[in-house]
């Protein structure tokens, strides 16, 4: 009895690992391959609801939350530094180098980085190289940066000045919002982040400011600027403060050229308005818009709805009231500095106490796959395009969003029915070999002997937490029935390497995984 | 493949409540360059650049002498004429917000001035009735994520695609069952969990994707098409659906309406249209709905576009539909009728709509007390008594 694979009965083995590269796995996500085809939480006080399942380690909830998933270099670190100042660290982002990532961006996705001037001449054939490589690029930074803290702040502005990408000629004009808007300002004020925004092409664009005119108002900007950008629906404005922004902003367009921002005096409304009650007198020109800024940053309505978001980020859904005012306190003690503001909420009882509340969102189920899985953080061969199909199954393409309220960060919207299975079924698609190339999964059971073995070590490797008693016992007891042995009998590396994929796959659709 | 001999269903039969389908205009449909109030002059003092001109002058395609359809939208025509289709005008939910989300929320809680319910229209009728079949599609949007209108509703089930609702094949049932194990218990998310389980079962049990369309229709292939085509299915495999709900987005014309708004127009035309002539003469026991969040401003903007506003249309099909009128009492555009000095008032809260519909088709008993808050107005006669 010293050949384990001879322990397994043929035909059940057989069946078993025919599930290889079957259903999913080979068809309709590798088909999503180039050149392959066509084309609510728990409540506090315990982990997974207070359901006696172990808790993660500070550590790894501290990373669930900050980073877009768990690797096992950041575990490390985070470990070896101590969790205040492993995100001290995070904090201090350009201090993390992160120029290798950087190079590869720059060579791999060139048109990320152009302006509108410079994409302009190729428009519209080139739109799909623009998208691929925008999207790509973000993918990349926010898998494989270390700067991960900063990542996800560029995601959360990107998602809060949320722009539409496939829209008109946002394509040749999002790149620049992207790294002359959002990237300079994640981390800094939220004044010269609301500034850069009123004045971002992409934006005057798809908020439709670039054709509002003195005598032809338009307001979807005006709008928007208020309820979403600064001080939430009901922060406290009237329909009058909508009519009166939307005037001051009049003549804040595009310049047809150059694709560049441009105020154009002679179709401003230079007439007194009243914002807020504030009075802007006439002749004030492209300063109305600024002093609009200006009152808005300032805003106590705005620093509560943005430390809301960023506290609805970082613990729950629902988050407390006092963490909310503390963080909107800093907002406005430090004119809206975003690492202060992070600094304070990191620092709250809160962010220690709050565990397993958060459904990750299908970037951080992705992110976290990768970050897990490809231990190497290597950009796949195909620049990425996997990455690209599987966000967009499970719907969250990096600017894909339509409307201007950004993807939501509540679970009722992610944890569908839809929503669970096509994370179910991108977890059987790790049986397919051509899938493995992206996601491998047999280091994780290295050294494995047995049934048990592999179970405790793919669990430890994928999901960084103990299973309960029951689930292990669960997916053994799966494990023992379909090939026949016991749990602890020996098998060879061949073998286990077999199996890795299905328990893989079964530890990345369970809750576990799900949570951030 | 043959499709399955009819059988009765659990809603959408005779002597049981109508299948509800209910679409949701997202982005803020223009009522008044859907169904033009032609015989008001008023509309043209507003829209100079956009208004589609009467049908005397080859524009809008006559209703009933004072409204006209808009030429785009032709393809509603038949079932208006047949008596199926019916438009009610300057309509919506008085929440007094021009925002849409909020307005989105509020129109699909059934709520008026901002008073936040927390859970759907739909969803509370569901939670009120017994269900006529103990299966899990009593509730489906045709969607990646639940709508607002059906929470509240026991785990409405979230379906983006039929065809592709279930893991594949992984050699046998013990993977599923292993993760059914997994989501038993008091864990979060378990309920869905278990939810997306039994509805792929079911769905591999009965394939609703078998059922091509009938009777020469002809679904867009569009959001919309694609949505209600898959209603349709999910009603003719008799799993147990009393009501789905499906969205079109696009409705956010701020400018250029001219030209973009036609898509959207035979867009929803051809849909409804298809789905009204493939279901044949099941229509008599489904009823479709389209609401949006609010209409738009009634003077056109500098852009050719228009801005949020307030009154809107929606439109009702079905066998049980008193069809062929545009209903409503129409407000006026002078400056002293328009809400606020600016939008179509509305005059016909869409609550009231509703709980016709509910009472109606839906054999809800006080449909009005789903509508907390809410007091029933006086409506004309838009659906007949289901027997």
């Known amino acids: 009895m010293k050949d384990a694979a001879k322990l397994i009965p043929p035909l059940d083995r057989r069946r078993f690992l025919e599930m290889a590269g079957r259903g999913i796995g080979a068809s309709a996500l590798v088909a999503l391959l180039p050149g392959c085809g066509s084309g609510g939480g728990g409540s506090s006080g315990g982990g997974l609801g207070g359901t006696g399942v172990p808790l993660a380690s500070l550590e790894v909830q501290a990373l669930r939350r ?202 401003h409304d230079n007439g007194a308005k009243t914002v807020l009650g504030t009075l802007i007198p006439v002749g004030g020109g492209v300063t109305d818009g600024e002093t609009v800024l200006d009152l808005l940053a300032s805003h106590p309505s705005t620093a509560n709805f943005i430390a809301t978001k960023l506290c609805r980020r970082f613990l729950s859904d629902d988050p407390p009231a006092g963490v909310i005012a503390a963080v909107a306190t800093t907002f406005n003690l430090t004119d809206g500095d975003v690492v202060e ?15 397993d509340q958060k459904l990750a969102r299908p970037m951080e189920f992705i992110g976290g796959l990768v970050r897990a899985l490809n231990v190497n953080q290597t950009l796949p061969p195909d620049d990425g395009r996997l990455y690209f199909a599987l966000l967009n199954l499970l719907s969250q393409v990096p600017f894909y969003w339509i409307p201007p309220n950004g993807y939501p960060d509540v679970a009722p919207y992610w944890g569908s029915t839809s929503g669970f299975l096509n994370r179910w079924r991108i977890a059987l698609a790790l049986n397919a070999p051509v899938i493995q190339e992206y996601f491998p999964v047999e280091h994780t059971v290295a050294g494995a002997t047995n049934l048990a073995e592999t179970v405790d070590l793919a669990a430890a490797a994928v999901l960084y937490r103990e299973l309960s008693v029951a689930d292990r016992t669960t997916i053994i007891d799966w494990l023992v029935t379909e090939l026949g042995v016991t749990a602890q009998q020996p098998l060879d590396q061949a073998t286990v390497n077999a199996l890795a994929p299905f328990v893989v796959a079964m530890l990345v659709s369970s809750v576990y995984f799900q949570l951030r | 493949m043959t499709a399955n001999p009819p059988k009765l269903r659990a809603a959408g039969g005779p002597g049981l409540p109508d299948v509800l389908v209910c679409v949701f205009q997202r982005g803020a449909a223009d009522g008044m360059n859907s169904i033009i109030p032609y015989g008001d002059g008023d509309y043209y003092n507003l829209r100079p650049d956009i208004g589609i001109l009467p049908p005397n002058q080859g524009g809008a395609l006559d209703l009933d002498g004072f409204f006209g359809l808009h030429p785009a939208a032709a393809e509603l025509l038949p079932p208006y004429q047949m008596g199926r289709l019916a438009a009610v005008h300057a309509t919506g939910v008085p929440h007094n917000t021009r925002s849409h989300f909020d307005a989105q929320a509020l129109v699909e809680s059934g709520a008026a001035d901002k008073q936040y319910l927390g859970t759907g229209w739909i969803g509370r009728h569901l939670a009120a009735t017994e269900s006529p079949s103990d299966r899990p599609f009593r509730a489906v949007a045709i969607s990646g994520a639940v709508p607002m209108s059906l929470v509240g509703a026991d785990d409405p089930l979230a379906v983006d695609s039929l065809e592709d609702f279930g893991i594949g094949d992984v050699g046998g049932t013990s993977y599923q069952d292993t993760l059914d194990t997994l989501y038993t218990g008091d864990l979060p998310f378990s309920g869905v969990a278990q939810a997306a389980l039994t509805a792929m079962d079911e769905l591999a049990a009965s394939d609703p994707t078998q059922y091509p369309p009938e009777n020469g229709a002809d679904y867009p292939q569009s959001q919309l098409g694609s949505g209600l085509l898959q209603a349709a299915q999910l009603i003719k495999a008799d799993l147990g659906v009393e009501v789905v709900c499906v969205d079109v987005s696009g409705w956010d014309h701020h400018e250029n309406l001219p030209t973009v708004m036609p898509g959207s127009l035979a867009d929803l035309a051809a849909a409804l249209n298809a789905f009204h002539t493939d279901l044949g003469a099941t229509m008599d026991h489904v009823t479709l709905a389209v609401m949006t969040e609010f209409g738009r401003r009634a003077a056109e903007n500098g852009s050719n576009g228009t801005d949020h506003g307030t009154g809107g249309c929606a439109w009702l099909l079905g066998g049980g539909v008193i069809g062929a009128q545009v209903a409503g009492t129409w407000p006026g555009l002078d400056a002293g009728s328009l809400f606020q000095g600016e939008d179509l008032a509305i005059t016909t809260d869409l609550r009231d709509v509703l709980v016709q519909l509910l009472e109606r088709r839906l054999y809800s008993q006080n449909a009005a007390t789903l509508f907390p808050g809410f007091t029933p107005g006086v409506v004309p006669g838009l659906f007949l008594n289901k027997s």
Request: negative net charge; contains cysteine.
């Open chain 1, 341 to 355: 503001m992070l600094r304070t909420l990191f620092a709250s009882g809160e962010f220690q106490d709050i565990q």
């Open chain 1, 66 to 267: 900050t980073s877009f998933g768990v690797s096992p270099d950041s575990l490390a670190a985070i470990n070896a530094l101590g969790v205040p100042n492993y995100l001290e660290q995070q904090l201090n982002y350009q201090a993390i180098d992160d120029s290798a990532i950087e190079a590869a961006v720059a060579s791999t996705f060139p048109l990320a980085s152009q302006t509108p001037a410079q994409l302009y001449p190729g428009f519209p054939d080139n739109i799909g190289d623009i998208v691929e490589d925008l999207v790509g690029a973000t993918l990349y930074r926010a898998f494989f940066s270390p700067r991960q803290l900063y990542e996800v702040m560029v995601e959360f502005w990107s998602n809060h000045f949320s722009i539409h990408l496939v829209n008109g000629i946002i394509p040749a004009l999002k790149p620049y919002d992207d790294f002359a808007v959002i990237r300079p300002n994640a981390m800094g004020k939220f004044r010269d982040l609301l500034q850069a925004s009123a004045k971002s092409p992409a934006m005057l664009y798809y908020l439709d400011n670039f054709v509002n005119f003195v005598g032809e108002p338009q307001e979807n900007y005006a709008r928007e600027l208020l309820e979403l950008h600064t001080l939430g629906v009901d922060g406290g404005y009237t329909e009058d403060d909508v009519k009166e922004v939307a005037r001051c902003f009049t003549g804040w367009t595009i310049n047809q050229n150059t694709g560049e921002f441009l105020f154009v005096p002679f179709l």
